[in-house]
């Protein structure tokens, strides 16, 4: 058995469609008897929300919980999350308990200080720019900026966190035991010559290197919906902020997930499309195109210093999510290729390295 839950079948083995859970659990045929007890996560839900549950229409699976769609006696639709993985399961391989912990405590912080603000936004664009404009406090981005970096980070900074320009502390990787050739290792002093060179002077159009809360995964997948009386869509609430951070601005990713696709902004800020199906047609392209057009455009309407940000930062930015999405293997390709945009960079800068 794994450490995460697997999906159930049904008695004549086909998979579980996810429809009529409170009824199957009622009749004593839920899909997940063995494994967890829906009828007792129905009981916490109505006792700490004072509510009843009248059914449980849907529910699906992510990476690591499951969410389900609730509704009510009062008439609230509501969606729970459930971890599919638990400490005390046999052969249990995540993060231990006290990650856990620190994960749960950093996303309940986010939900209190950010609930007044995302509620009243309307539309993923907005939310984007209003999340991209809020300033948090300096003492959470002080408890925080460190923890979230990422999982290679030093245990401790030499200076204050502060939005300024100094480069600071390397970040450095974790001990994998890698061997690294002299491809790697030339790439390394170009790179750490080009830095200083790579972050932008500050500008007039937008603050480079504030602090900003960056969410990590925004998507429609993590974000509640509803619809007025005239069908208009109401994006009520955006969650799971278990992957945000927090650094500069002229690191922020507008990026915007939607079914099947990326919504992204290029090099030069403009609108952009990634993680194309294989099997989309041309049609399919143009529809995906004018979603990011649209999106683009209502994000920059509603804060045009984002898009100075971006256009700023472009070489810095572009090695931070090279860094960023490297997940190992062929260092000496990888961080060769590196070593020589870098050594191009500076040759068009200011002479040969």
């Not at 308990?97 to 749960?104: L, S």
């Not at 900074?157 to 502060?162: D, E, F, K, R, T």
């Not at 990590?216 to 278990?242: A, C, Q, R, Y």
């Amino acid at each position: 058995m794994g450490w995460r839950d697997e999906w159930p079948s049904m008695p004549d083995g086909t998979p579980y469609d996810g429809k009529h859970l409170l009824l199957l659990a009622r009749a004593g045929k839920s899909p997940f008897d063995g494994v967890w007890d829906v009828r007792l996560l129905v009981r916490e839900i109505e006792e700490k929300l004072n509510t009843r549950v009248t059914d449980i229409p849907f529910i699906d699976k992510g990476s690591n919980n499951y969410g389900i769609l609730l509704k009510t006696a009062d008439g609230r639709d509501m969606v729970a999350r459930l971890a599919r993985s638990d400490v005390n399961m046999p052969d249990f391989d995540d993060f231990p308990v006290a990650v856990q912990g620190a994960e749960v405590r950093f996303e309940s912080t986010v939900y209190h200080l950010l609930r007044s603000e995302v509620l009243l936004l309307d539309q993923a664009a907005t939310m984007r720019a209003a999340l991209f404009r809020y300033d948090p406090p300096h003492d959470f981005s002080t408890q925080y900026f460190l923890e979230r970096v990422f999982r290679f980070m030093p245990d401790s900074l030499s200076m204050p966190i502060a939005p300024t320009r100094d480069e600071g502390d390397m970040i450095r990787w974790e001990d994998d035991e890698e061997t690294v050739g002299p491809r790697a290792l030339a790439a390394k002093q170009a790179l750490l010559k080009a830095i200083p060179c790579l972050l932008p002077p500050e500008t007039p159009e937008a603050s480079l290197f504030r602090l900003v809360l960056e969410y990590g995964d925004f998507g429609i997948h993590n974000m509640t919906i509803t619809k007025k009386v005239n069908g208009e869509p109401v994006v009520t609430s955006l969650f799971d902020w278990e992957t945000a951070c927090i650094w500069p601005a002229l690191l922020s990713d507008p990026l915007m997930a939607v079914s099947p696709v990326d919504l992204i902004v290029d090099e030069d800020a403009g609108p952009s499309v990634t993680r194309l199906p294989e099997d989309a047609t041309p049609a399919d392209l143009e529809t995906y195109k004018t979603w990011a057009s649209h999106y683009v455009k209502r994000l920059y309407h509603e804060d045009p210093g984002y898009k100075a940000v971006i256009r700023a930062g472009k070489d810095f930015r572009y090695l931070w999510y090279a860094l960023r999405d490297w997940r190992g293997g062929d260092s000496e390709k990888f961080f060769g290729a590196l070593g020589a945009w870098a050594e191009k960079w500076i040759q068009e800068l200011e002479g040969p390295i």
